[in-house]
C-alpha cells in the first residue's frame, strides 16, 4: 500500500539558509500534519492542512511556513535556520480532519544545521 | 489543555518475559487516546488506538492497553515481548470532535529487550 512520502530524507545546511521539506500524502487524503522531532524527545506538533487550507498552527517559528497544494501534497519552508532546528520532521496524512481517523506517518526528514 | 506523562524513559527486560509501559494524561475534556512505535531510523506506525466502547484494546502483534477513566490511564502491555519489540513507544492523546486532530505526544519509552 502506498505510504506517505517525504523528501529529502536528509538535508544539511548551515546556520541562516533556508530549507524546504516536501511531504506527499498518501493518495486520497486530504489532511497533512506536520510535526518536529529533536533529538531525544518527542514529536511536536507544528501545524496542519485539511483541504488546502491551515486547520490547526502549534508551536511553529515564525521563520517558518507550509502550504499545501491543489494536489495535496505540502511543503514547509524553514528560513534562516538555527542550530537548535536540527531535528527530525515527520508528516503525517489521513483520510479527513476527523479525529477518529488514524494519522499515517512519513520517514521523515532529518534536518541538520551546522 | 492536554498532556501526556510516559512514566519510564527506558525499560530493560529479557525476551519471552512480559512488560507492561505505563501512560498517563491529564485533560479537562474526554480524549481520544493512541500508542505508537517507532523503530530506529524509521517513522511513527500507529500500534493500537482507544477511541470509545470496550476499554481494552489489542493490537495484531500481540500488545494490548486497557484505557481507565479514573485513573486516567492508557497502559501498554504484552504478556511475552520478542528481540523485534526493540522500539521507542509513544502514547498520544487528541481532542475528539475538534477541526484539528493534532497529536500530542508523551516523552517516549524505549522498550529494549536483550536475549
Known amino acids: 500500500a502506498a505510504g506517505v512520502i517525504q523528501s529529502p530524507r536528509h538535508l544539511i545546511k548551515e546556520k541562516r539558509e533556508t530549507a524546504t521539506l516536501k511531504c506527499y500524502p498518501i493518495?486520497?487524503?486530504?489532511?497533512v500534519y506536520w510535526y518536529q522531532q529533536g533529538p531525544g524527545q518527542d514529536p511536536q506538533f507544528l501545524i496542519s492542512?485539511?483541504?488546502?487550507?491551515?486547520?490547526d498552527k502549534g508551536s511553529i517559528p515564525d521563520r517558518f511556513s507550509a502550504q499545501q497544494f491543489s494536489d495535496y501534497h505540502s511543503e514547509l519552508n524553514m528560513s534562516s535556520l538555527e542550530l537548535g532546528d536540527s531535528a527530525l520532521y515527520f508528516c503525517?496524512?489521513?483520510?479527513?480532519?476527523?479525529?477518529?481517523?488514524?494519522?499515517?506517518f512519513g520517514p521523515g526528514t532529518r534536518l541538520t544545521v551546522l | 489543555a492536554q498532556s501526556v506523562t510516559q512514566l519510564d524513559s527506558q525499560v530493560p527486560v529479557f525476551e519471552e518475559a512480559p512488560v507492561e509501559l505505563r501512560c498517563n494524561y491529564s485533560?479537562?475534556?474526554?480524549?481520544?487516546l493512541f500508542w505508537y512505535v517507532q523503530y530506529p531510523n524509521q517513522g511513527l506506525q500507529l500500534l493500537l488506538k482507544?477511541?470509545?466502547?470496550?476499554?481494552l484494546v489489542e493490537s495484531i502483534n500481540g500488545f494490548e492497553a486497557e484505557f481507565n477513566k479514573s485513573q486516567t490511564s492508557f497502559h501498554l502491555r504484552k504478556p511475552s515481548v520478542h528481540i523485534s519489540d526493540t522500539a521507542e513507544y509513544f502514547c498520544?492523546?487528541?481532542?475528539?470532535?475538534?477541526?484539528?486532530?493534532?497529536?500530542?505526544f508523551g516523552q517516549g519509552t524505549t522498550l529494549q529487550v536483550k536475549p
Open positions: 492542512f485539511y483541504e488546502k487550507m491551515q486547520s
Open positions: 485533560s479537562s475534556v474526554s480524549v481520544y
Open positions: 493518495p486520497r487524503h486530504d489532511t
Open positions: 482507544y477511541l470509545s466502547g470496550s476499554t
Open positions: 503525517a496524512s489521513s483520510p479527513s480532519s476527523s479525529s477518529t481517523d488514524t494519522q499515517y
Open positions: 498520544a492523546v487528541r481532542k475528539p470532535s475538534s477541526n484539528t486532530g493534532k497529536l500530542i
